[in-house]
């Protein structure tokens, strides 16, 4: 692959790459759960893409192309992080979702416990 060949391909990576980042960003200002999954799915392609930039940047090294592939990783590591805790509120809302429906079984038993009462004389 020759000089240009390989900056054009480069050039086309960055901008599928920023182009998933931007979607998952812009997704995860609603994580909604199904959000969160089209987010996953974004994220995926931008790490396949960002891993194909690092291949071809380490056979033609660019130096400005370097910085940006540096750039895109840092962004895919915050907005990874942002999925992560948005995933992790929802798990928690879920579970505490479920304990609240619970709850009304526990407090029969509760109630149904105090109901007996024992005197002894």
């Known amino acids: 692959m020759s000089g240009t060949q390989s900056a054009d391909a480069a050039h086309q990576l960055i901008g599928c790459t920023s182009d998933a980042l931007m979607r998952a960003r812009t997704l995860l200002l ?3 759960p199904q959000n969160l999954d089209i987010a996953a ?9 960002l891993t194909d930039l ?11 192309l370097l910085v940006t592939a540096v750039g895109l990783g840092k962004e ?12 992790s509120y929802h ?31």
């Open 30 to 32: 609603q994580p909604a």
């Open 54 to 64: 690092q291949s071809l940047l380490t056979v033609s090294p660019s130096r400005d």
């Open 41 to 49: 799915s974004s994220l995926g392609v931008a790490i396949a893409q």
């Open 76 to 87: 895919l590591d915050l907005i990874s992080r942002l999925l992560e805790h948005a995933a």
């Open 91 to 121: 798990a928690n809302l879920f579970q505490c979702m479920i304990e609240a429906a619970d709850l009304p079984t526990q407090q029969a038993a509760y109630m149904e416990s105090t109901r007996c009462m024992s005197l002894e004389a």
